[in-house]
């Protein structure tokens, strides 16, 4: 079983207890974790309990502290942004971040498609650790989701939603079809809204992971102290 947990910021005393109780064979974090302290410091008490994988958020970003704490920790090999890992025998696909418009906003044009293509213009005053901006290092880029377009997987996380929810984008419908997805699950709204209605629309089913909730891959809310 894997349980994706939505949006912590900062708070991770009920995944801990969730996954004590219910063992979890691993857990996805969907963004805005803004660890305390190092994530394997963080979930030291279940690291070896669970496999733990997340994806970045746009508040992961903020500040230096909350940067580090992911991208620097021992676990920054787990952030699924960009690729598929099998995990736990499903194949799920990852893509951190949020959508800027002045990056790329969905559905106009990219204004820069790659990291690279922004590096260029933003000009070297503005550039952090000799590269992105920290911000701009969690806005989705073009070419990131270009190339997962061209994977398959059996689950697409995300921390924007997909077009079920009103502040969702169509632009995530097509990576999750491209991808031949079965489900989707995303963060950064703080909601779960009912998209059953939009099935078969989309042609995969989409969960929104509520604030600091957890859901398992079947769609169903852990409960815990039950």
């Known amino acids: ?80 942004h960009g690729r598929v890992v099998e995990i736990a025998g499903v194949r799920i696909a990852g893509l951190g971040g949020i959508f800027r418009g002045h990056i790329w906003m969905p559905p106009a044009h990219p204004v820069y498609a790659s990291p690279e293509h922004y590096l260029q213009h933003c000009g070297k005053a503005n550039q952090w650790r000799g590269g ?38 169509s632009a995530l419908d097509r990576l999750g079809q491209a991808l031949k997805i079965k489900k989707s699950f995303h963060g950064h709204q703080h909601d779960s809204l009912d998209y059953r209605d939009h099935d078969a629309r989309l042609g995969f089913q989409a969960y929104g992971v509520a604030l600091r909730a957890i859901m398992d891959e079947n769609g169903n809310h852990i409960v815990i102290g039950e």
């Open 1 to 80: 079983m894997i349980f994706f947990c939505g949006d912590v910021h900062g708070q991770f005393g009920h995944i801990i207890t969730a996954v004590k109780q219910h063992r979890p064979d691993a857990i996805v974090l969907l963004g805005d974790l803004q660890a305390p302290q190092p994530l394997e410091t963080v979930l030291a008490e279940i690291v070896d309990l669970t496999e733990v994988w997340y994806i970045h958020g746009n508040h992961d970003t903020d500040g230096t502290r909350d940067y580090c704490n992911l991208w620097d920790s021992g676990m920054s090999d787990r952030n699924l």
């Open 132 to 169: 992105l901006p920290r911000k701009q290092r969690s806005s989705i880029f073009y070419v990131d989701y270009q190339a997962l377009s061209h994977e398959k997987a059996d689950i697409l996380v995300t921390h924007e939603a997909p077009s079920c929810h009103p502040w969702g984008f």
